[in-house]
């Protein structure tokens, strides 16, 4: 292979591993994720067994979760108080981004 041609493979591979990134590497990267929501909806969003439902198949609207964040729902305690609204809102587009994402 000429060294043309192995520059040309190795941008490409590159640039495809930086665009690989998933959106759930943003969430779950997220220090306020994961303090406040991995205990209960898992280290990677997927959700826990007796514990939160799943991020990643979320049909929620940006709206409807930074609500359910914001106010609680169910056994989901309310973060209003405990979060900034930037906060909150930084974390619904997360999980909105997550679930929009088609999963393998």
Known sequence: MNSRLRLVVAAFFLTASLFAQSPATSLTSDSIYDKNC??????TAEGRHFGGPSL???????????????????????????????Q?????????????????
């Open 38 to 43: 991995a205990k209960c909806h898992g280290k």
């Open 56 to 86: 990643v198949t979320s049909k929620l609207s940006a709206d409807e979760t930074k609500a359910i964040i914001t106010n609680g729902k169910g056994r989901m305690p309310k973060y209003a108080g405990k979060l900034t609204d930037e």
């Open 88 to 104: 909150i809102t930084a974390l619904a587009a997360e999980i909105k981004a997550l679930s929009a994402t088609p999963q393998k």
